[in-house]
């Protein structure tokens, strides 16, 4: 699997869902009398945020085509397990949350999808509630990064070991994500498997469970 990564240094402000970031504020570490203080330094976001190699994998003959299909393939499989597939060094060895990397993978999907009209009619209202999701974990990524410190000196590339946690809220965007493309997946390829009934084109029958939670505000 191959996708070239389009990822922002820092978080997107999103006005599609109505809301409203808030600037990243890095605050001071305070420390007692007895305690040597610990430098720290004010950084911007580009600083905070690390932008992992992403290895280059073999295109299946369907994602390497750049058909429709096979871009549904690719992201069926990479929020499938393919991100965690792949990634697998990297986020064992040095700690990266897996989670970042279904940001970028939500991030390649708007910029590719966002003002494209290459969708099949009948999955305009699932591509909405996959943009819409995308969008929630472009959001929650920025909670991840909100009020980090570093310590002064700290390398770029260990300035993950300092954020904050994933989302709950982050994490159950990225499954529905993988349960929407997979449902996507069977029914524009032709898959042997049956639909998991998250999206309008198989007339799922839990469409309402994801668009709860894409309305609601935690």
Known sequence: M?????????????????ACMQEEKYVEIKTSAEVEPTEVEELSSEEVTEEPEFEEEEMSELEASGSFE??????ADAFGDGV????????????????YYYYGEATAFINEFENSLDVRDGMKEDFNNLMALSFII?????????????PKGTDKWEAHKYWNEPTDRQKQAIKYMSLVFNDLDIAVNELPKE???YTYFSEGKKVEEIEKFISSSN
């Open 195 to 197: 639909p998991t009934g």
């Open 138 to 150: 472009e959001v929650e990524q920025e909670k991840v990064l909100d009020g980090v410190t570093l």
């Open 70 to 75: 096979g871009q549904i393939g690719y992201y």
């Open 2 to 18: 191959k996708k070239n990564f389009i990822l922002a240094a820092g978080v997107i402000s999103i006005g599609l869902l109505g």
């Open 84 to 99: 965690e597939r792949d990634n697998a060094d990297v986020i064992k060895e040095d700690g990266h949350p897996a989670e």
